[in-house]
């Protein structure tokens, strides 16, 4: 009987998958980790002691994914930044999200349908060149959606007509390059087709076309003292410093007895029964008042130094007097719940 039943459990053959292996890997040197893993996967479920026709059926369970629901239609929109260098992040975002729609934008160079195509297989892909470098625009619909490509004759903006549960959707990529106008005629055009619009995009219009008045501050290098910074990196690695020496990390000074008593306090906790501090702990009657929160408050010397809570009275300081009443709610709360 147990024969019969061994004969029936598929087995792994690890003496097999172990001398395929060794021949697979060198193949796969010059793909990504990613398309690795999936090679890996598939020879090792080749492995199991079972007829082609069940793995072909195993697989085909694995892979079947659920119908997309006009409830939940999860988009994906990437500021890619260069195409082919973050192609290997954009698969790995898709196979966590599921996302049923794509949007693609700042390409970095002209990319070939194909290439897009042969990246994400199980997708429609519509794609629109731009008019600078980093310009370029793509959509990419699940294929189990019925889509069309709308015709709108303007570069730097896709659009298409998705239809999902007898609802129709339109689903526009835009990318504005900082020298162009916003496309406020394309856009508008787009409510004639559909009451369900999603525009995703990537708007680097200046200031006036937003109706701001306030430009901003333009500037190619920056300067320490003798020191001048010129590159990204330079002035990025600049600021950060500069940041962290004017706002030094907090520490717990024990010197001072709050803090002291606070920390033995916190260990006592931490260690104690759960029991054991309901017992010693009974609801509290305390209550404030919005004027004791606010009197609190001004009453603090305005210092760096933190104390227990790891927050300094500057910070607590720059609290706006709005906000008072809500400090105010959340402290009794805490404190009537406190046992």
């Not at 024969?3 to 598929?10: A, F």
């Not at 892979?63 to 409830?71: A, D, G, L, R």
């Not at 082919?84 to 693609?104: A, K």
Request: hydrophobic share 35%.
């Amino acid at each position: 009987m147990s024969l019969l039943n061994n004969s029936k459990s598929p087995q792994f053959n690890r003496y097999k998958f172990i001398e395929l292996s060794d021949k697979l890997l060198p193949l796969l040197h010059e793909l990504s980790d990613h398309q690795k893993q999936i090679g890996i996967e598939t020879l090792e479920e080749c492995c199991w002691s079972r007829n082609f026709q069940d793995l072909s059926t195993f697989w085909q369970q694995h892979y079947c994914q659920p119908k997309p629901s006009s409830n939940i239609m999860p988009l994906l929109h990437y500021n890619i930044r260069y195409f082919y260098s973050n192609q290997v992040d954009l698969i790995g975002m898709v196979n966590v999200y599921e996302p049923v729609i794509i949007s693609l934008n700042v390409l970095g160079t002209i990319i070939p349908d194909k290439n897009v195509k042969q990246l994400l297989f199980s997708h429609t892909v519509f794609t629109k060149e731009g008019t600078n470098p980093y310009g370029g625009v793509v959509i990419v619909i699940d294929m189990r959606l019925k889509c069309e490509l709308m015709d709108i004759k303007e570069p730097n903006i896709i659009a298409a007509r998705v239809i999902i549960e007898d609802q129709q959707f339109v689903v526009a990529n835009i990318y504005s390059p900082p020298t162009d106008s916003l496309p406020l005629a394309s856009m508008s055009t787009l409510l004639k087709h559909s009451k369900n619009i999603i525009i995703v995009d990537d708007l680097n219009t200046r200031h006036p076309d937003w109706d701001c008045s306030q430009k901003s501050v333009e500037f190619s290098a920056i300067t320490e003292k003798n020191v001048v910074h010129r590159s990204s990196e330079d002035i990025v690695t600049n600021l950060a410093k500069h940041f962290t020496e004017r706002h030094d990390e907090p520490l717990l000074d024990m010197t001072k007895t709050l803090d002291k008593e606070a920390r033995e306090l916190w260990q006592l906790y931490s260690t104690g029964d759960k029991d054991d501090i309901k017992l010693i702990s009974n609801r509290s009657d305390l209550r404030f008042s919005e004027q004791d929160i606010t009197d609190t408050i001004r009453s603090l010397k305005s210092k760096n130094s933190s104390g227990f809570d790891q927050v300094s009275n500057k910070m607590i300081k720059e609290i706006p007097e709005q906000f008072h009443v809500i400090l105010t709610h959340a402290y009794n709360q805490l404190f009537s719940a406190a046992h």
